[in-house]
């Protein structure tokens, strides 16, 4: 037997792939987890009220969704209501993070598999190459950076965010600071939109070179957001079937009845699935489950992407496109949002803290994020973090099998497998700090 | 054009995310490793490492031992590399062996018995606190410019006013929900140190309402001194402003959102307390 290992990088945290062979047949094709700091253990006897403020550190790519998480879970506990203000406020906040993940993840992460180069900051010698690349990341930056300023404006700082608090936001935001987050979305909306033309023509003459749009099996897909147009914030998971039915949805604390987790011995990150059947969260997920995008721009692009790939849309390549969809209605619908006053001063409701369950849900950019604590005598007795990326791990370890099959055969291994594996994994956009937190 | 290394350790990448917002390095400085950003599998000779996460598996120990040989300087960045950061809370006895339960899992790298900061491993030439230090404070790092100059405390670069007949009898725990706008947090009854907190952050958390939670450690006056010291002058700070008893203060001290923070340059988790020396500190 044969065993070969991939590391892995253009993704968050430390993994890698491990494919075992034996005469040409490829025998398991595993995706591990290599890091792990325990949060769901030494947060036990951290005093409640902290919780927001310790758990963003379990992902500095993805903290403002731990931070909304874990402040929904101390408010569903509590029995608090956050005032629409804030609600409106934290909207904005899953927005900045969706641009800036989007955009990173977009046009940091994969686009150099579309442009054959190792990273987006490496310095290339051909002088036409090294213009495309400069150009990109220019903009790319630009583009993310909004995300990030959003975030700030609403969330105080754009990583561990802290406005958030139980029962609202600590504070409004001021019409000058809203003027200028709006002036830089409008800024990168245009760039982005053309950064996502061009990504887009460029994963075609990657398919045409490739011949597969990564070519695995259809699967259920995951997400919470609301029926008709995205809603982040959204209380119930939805899933769709493989056929593109709308099936089961739960709320954050019946997740145990659908949704069944197994540790693995082989890597920190343990994996989920449907009752037993792969399902798929991330921006391909939502980009299926949702009617329309309900902003101008993000509904053109998503009118093309059904038109050339259906609904519900498969091939693993397509979760790029649909980040990019979701990328400019995520500048779209912040703008909308930045429209509305945000300065009044109910931004928050008084709570009184109680001992009890609390289950917090957000979609964050790889999909359904819940929280879920038992708080003692005003401590953390018990912590769950209920992990997008680890809804994705069996989708990701049967993907990787049909890229090894497709690529290792009895004369050998083609060495495009290498690249193919990057590929399969990026698609997905894991986050391992989250997942082995 | 000076060359440059990010060794991510064990941690959550947040420092990484700070820096992709400080851009304009990219033009002038050449990033040749960063697992986040670029395929490059090993560290080539660079002028410039930068260190983030903590030393938790033996695979980040090996990475950290081989990777600061190429390097002529060396940075730790972020409260991880400095002290162990949030891993810190996990090296409670209790925590520890649940830790332990997890490490048959195979051909995965085994946890060390302690989660370390990344100089009981290897010297460091410089020391960028702060979770994550800011894209400012990136720059500052990457490009040093002459006149960059760090307020001493964060109290120092905050817009709140102190208001003297503003006496508050006991602190109100972290997450109220109504912050006044303008008014010192200490007046308002939270338990904010940012009035010895090293500054250079331009006040982001308490401008925004959060209590400064002491990320970028001691101020330069407490630095070198064991974190006693520290506690005491932030003891006297609200014995001067507010009536709340000392008792309270002292246990909210050592909750964990704050004693992730406050011991980073001295009587850290180590049993060397050799405390780091200010000069190197940004």
């Known amino acids: ?437 | 054009m000076q060359r440059f290394a990010v060794l991510q350790l064990t941690g959550c990448a947040g420092c990484e995310v700070s820096l992709l917002n400080a851009e304009e390095w990219v033009d002038q400085h050449e990033l040749v490793y960063m697992p986040l950003v670029t395929s490059a599998y090993s560290i080539p000779e660079v002028d410039l490492l930068l260190v983030t996460g903590s030393v938790q598996t033996d695979e980040d120990l090996y990475k950290l031992r081989r990777a600061v040989r190429r390097a002529k300087k060396v940075v730790a960045v972020g409260t991880c590399a400095i002290s162990g950061g949030v891993l810190n809370l996990g090296d409670r006895d209790e925590i520890r062996e649940l830790f332990f339960a997890e490490e048959s899992r195979y051909h995965l790298p085994k946890l060390l018995p302690r989660c370390r900061p990344i100089d009981t491993v290897v010297s460091v030439d410089q020391y960028l606190p702060g979770c994550p230090p800011t894209p400012e404070l990136f720059m500052a790092l990457l490009f040093d410019p002459p006149d960059f100059k760090i307020a001493q405390t964060v109290c120092e670069e905050c817009d709140r006013k102190k208001h003297k007949k503003m006496r508050p009898a006991h602190l109100i725990g972290f997450q109220h929900g109504t912050v006044l706008p303008d008014i010192c947090l200490i007046n308002q009854g939270y338990l904010c140190i940012g009035v010895s907190t090293r500054g250079g952050c331009r006040a982001l958390c308490t401008r925004a309402g959060q209590p400064c939670v002491g990320c970028r450690g001691a101020s330069n006056a407490f630095i070198e001194k064991g974190s006693k010291k520290w506690f005491a002058t932030i003891q006297r700070i609200f014995s001067k402003m507010t009536d709340i008893p000392a008792h309270e203060i002292e246990a909210a001290l050592r909750s964990p959102q704050l004693s992730l923070f406050l011991s980073q340059f001295s009587d850290y988790a180590s049993k060397e307390p050799q405390p780091r020396l200010k000069a190197k500190v940004l």
């Not at chain 1, 979701?326 to 779209?332: I, T």
């Open chain 1, 1 to 437: 037997m044969v065993t070969l290992t991939f590391p892995l990088s253009r993704i968050e945290g430390h993994a890698q792939v491990v494919i075992e062979v034996e005469g040409g047949k490829v025998l398991s094709a595993r995706f591990q987890a290599t890091e792990v700091r325990g949060f769901q253990h030494f947060v036990q006897g951290v005093p409640a009220e902290q919780m927001p403020v310790i758990v963003p550190r379990i992902c500095g790519v993805c903290s403002t969704a731990h931070h909304l998480a874990s402040v929904n879970a101390l408010e569903n506990a509590y029995g608090v209501t956050p005032p629409p203000l804030a609600v409106k406020i934290r909207e904005l906040l899953l927005l900045g993070q969706l641009i800036q993940n989007q955009a990173t993840s977009l046009f940091i992460f994969t686009m150099p598999d579309t442009l054959g180069v190792k990273g987006m900051f490496e310095r290339l010698k051909d002088p036409d190459l090294e213009r495309v690349r400069t150009s990109i990341t220019g903009q790319a930056l630009k583009v993310r950076k909004a995300g990030t300023h959003l975030i700030s404006v609403a969330g105080g700082q754009f990583i561990h965010p802290v406005k958030a608090v139980v029962g609202g936001m600590t504070s409004g935001i001021a019409p000058e600071e809203v003027a200028v987050a709006c002036a830089e979305l409008a800024t990168s909306l245009p760039l982005a939109c053309d950064l996502f033309d061009s990504y887009w023509e460029l994963l075609v003459s990657l398919k045409k070179r490739i011949d597969t749009w990564g070519d695995d099996a259809p699967a259920y897909y995951i997400a919470a957001t609301a029926e008709n147009q995205p809603d982040y914030g959204s209380n119930i998971i939805r899933l769709m079937d493989p056929d593109g039915i709308e099936g089961d949805h739960f709320t954050a604390h019946e997740f145990r009845d659908h949704l069944i987790y197994e540790e693995t011995d082989y890597s920190f990150a343990g994996k989920t699935s449907y009752r037993g059947e792969v399902m798929r969260a991330n921006s391909l997920a939502r980009v299926n489950l949702v009617q329309r995008m309900g902003t101008p721009r993000a509904d053109e692009y998503l009118d093309r992407f059904r038109e050339a790939f259906g609904r519900p849309a498969h091939e693993l390549l397509l979760y790029d496109l649909a980040r990019g969809i979701e990328l400019v209605y995520a500048l779209e619908r912040a703008m909308e949002i930045l429209a509305e006053p945000l300065d009044k001063d109910d931004t928050a409701v008084p709570h009184t803290p109680r001992d009890g369950e609390g289950y917090g849900l957000v979609e964050a950019p790889r999909g359904p994020l819940i929280h879920h604590y038992r708080i003692e005598n005003g401590l953390i007795a018990k912590a769950e973090f209920v992990i997008p990326t680890v809804h994705n791990v069996m989708a990701i370890e049967r993907a990787l099998r049909v890229a090894a099959e497709r690529y290792i055969t009895p004369e050998g291994v083609n060495m495009e497998l290498e690249q193919a594996v990057g590929r399969v994994v990026r698609a997905f956009d894991p986050c391992i700090a989250c997942a082995t937190h």
